[in-house]
């Protein structure tokens, strides 16, 4: 969560950067981020050798020559002996930090691009100092740090990039469920926060002799990506590998371009791709114009999901809503293509304040499954209508702090009892949404259900209905009444219209009657009124 004191931090050390003249951006971005890796590295170990007293067997980042390299003892050296360390190019930090990993891993190729590049010694010191005074401890405060750096990027970010909120990333994560069969990737990988994310998920829903078990689909071939900025990428190589993904394969190459070749390899794709980038034509790789010919990379990139996953692959990507309603053909052949050849399960209307300061888009999460042979028959609308923020470009939290950075960081979900979600859900719908959908997709929804979805009359043990397992009032919901947030829409009507899926397509508005008095009511109040005035007036003028 992007706090004004994180914010005050960050600018204090930008602005230790340009006065010492380091006026780049792009440059600030990647020395801050590799400071910041070194720092995550000694704090890694000294987690280890904590676990280290209680049995726990690692392999140590530093040997015993490399004890300088680690953050707790830089921070207290002397500022040119320090400096002198980081510019080492034959055994210093940096020749250290590129060498993690395997030497054949696209980790480390990646990170060979690496240099230092603080020419002063002054600013490296006072950098060191401000960064050891900000707390990682509490939450993924280096997401924090990536989204408000990359906001100084020119536009806040390039084509239309910009970095995904944790609770929306949280939230996606959550609707997907990704399991240790998984092939995970995101084609616009930037820091890879949706990789991350995926990650922190699968830690935590499995014991540890099952991670170790797929310990080498974990390191190798779980976590795939691509991203053709070297920065991101060495952001990217850096973020998986602090969160014990020893070789994420994040490719060097222009997603939607001729280079990339990738074709049903995943099962699962989680994305927010670029939203107004274009290519050039030439480039773009044949297959995804016989989908959707065009150059908008918004669309380009959905054609690029169906090509990549496997055959009941799933995918969960942010759209513009542009995406939703456009009446290009090319908007048009990509729906279809979604909607008729394949499945389309859901269409999560998000509002447009979601990305502000950054942008001030409306967008949408659509998720399907890729079967080639269509499989569409009713699709889950959510209209969300508040994320646990104020929609303006302040962002302020609508909702208790330290429960927000806990269903975005921890286990909220799992610790938030009914009554606090449904108190909170005026200000804060996801909760509500992951429940409904994973209801929707679960048996009980065909037990308690018609196929429209609207709500039957069964007699059974309420554990059999699924009482246990989802809030009551996800398994009372009308999914067949429209103006609700939560709602079902057959496959028929959205073909009847074009393949058009804006939720305010379908969603039926109810305006509240209002009666008013006949207008000779109205007018002998008025006259009453003036009668009362004018009796007050006369009165005054009496006692003047």
Do not use: C
């Amino acid at each position: 969560m992007i706090t004004g004191e994180l914010k005050s931090q960050i600018d204090q050390i930008w602005n230790i950067f340009w006065t010492g003249g380091e006026p780049n951006t792009i440059t600030i971005v990647e020395q801050l981020t590799y400071l910041i890796f070194i720092k995550d590295l000694d704090e890694k170990e000294i987690r280890n050798e904590l676990k280290a007293k209680r049995g726990f067997t690692y392999t140590p980042i530093f040997t015993e020559d490399q004890q300088n390299f680690r953050w707790k003892n830089l921070k207290e050296m002397d500022v040119n002996a320090r400096h002198q360390i980081f510019s080492n190019t034959v055994d210093g930090i940096f020749p250290f930090i590129r060498s993690l990993g395997k030497e054949t891993s696209l980790f480390a190729t990646h990170m060979k691009g690496a240099t230092f590049g603080i020419s002063k010694p002054s600013v490296l010191d006072q950098v060191i100092e401000k960064l050891d005074n900000i707390d990682m401890t509490h939450q993924d405060t280096k997401g924090d740090i990536y989204e408000y750096m990359l906001s100084k990027l020119e536009g806040g970010g390039t084509a239309g990039q910009f970095r995904t909120p944790r609770h929306i990333i949280k939230m996606m994560v959550e609707l997907m469920q990704p399991t240790l069969e998984d092939t995970i990737s995101d084609p616009s990988v930037g820091t890879a926060g949706f990789l991350v994310g995926a990650k922190e998920y699968i830690d935590k829903h499995n014991d540890v002799t099952l991670l170790d078990k797929y310990a080498d689909h974990i390191n190798r071939k779980m976590f795939n990506g691509t991203e053709f900025s070297s920065t991101m990428l060495r952001i990217a190589s850096m973020n998986l590998y602090l969160h014990g993904v020893e070789e994420p394969n994040i490719i060097d190459v222009d997603a939607v371009s001729k280079d990339n070749t990738i074709a049903n390899e995943h099962t699962l794709i989680l994305a927010n791709p670029p939203f107004k980038g274009t290519i050039d034509k030439e480039s773009i790789a044949p297959g995804l114009k016989n989908v959707t010919d065009t150059s908008k990379t918004e669309l380009l990139f959905l054609a690029l999901m169906l090509r990549q996953l496997k055959t009941g692959g799933r995918a969960a990507v942010i759209v513009p809503d542009g995406v939703l309603f456009g009446s290009g053909k090319a908007y048009k052949s990509i729906r279809e293509e979604i909607i008729a050849n394949n499945k389309l399960e859901a269409v999560i209307s998000m509002p447009s304040g979601v990305f502000k300061p950054y942008a001030g888009v409306s967008t949408a999460i659509i998720i399907f499954t890729k079967t080639g042979n269509g499989g569409t028959n009713n699709v889950w609308f959510y209209d969300m209508l508040a994320d646990g923020k104020s929609l303006d470009d302040k962002r302020t939290l609508l909702v208790d702090e330290d429960l927000f950075i806990s269903f975005s960081f921890g286990n909220a979900l799992e610790t938030m009892d009914l009554e606090t979600k449904q108190k909170l859900h005026s200000k804060f719908n996801l909760p509500q949404i992951i429940d409904h959908y994973h209801y929707y997709k679960s048996d009980f929804f065909k037990k308690n259900h018609a196929e429209n979805g609207e709500v039957l009359q069964v007699k059974d043990l309420p554990e059999n209905l699924g009482f246990n397992d989802f809030m009551p009032e996800t398994i009372t919901h009308d999914y067949s009444d429209r103006t609700s947030q939560s709602f079902l829409v057959p496959f028929k009507d959205i073909a009847a219209n074009d393949w058009d899926l804006s939720i305010n397509r379908y969603k039926e508005i109810v305006y509240e009657e209002v009666e008013f008095d006949a207008p000779s009511v109205i007018l002998g109040r008025i006259n009453q009124l003036d009668a009362e005035r004018q009796k007050v007036l006369l009165e005054l003028i009496k006692f003047s």
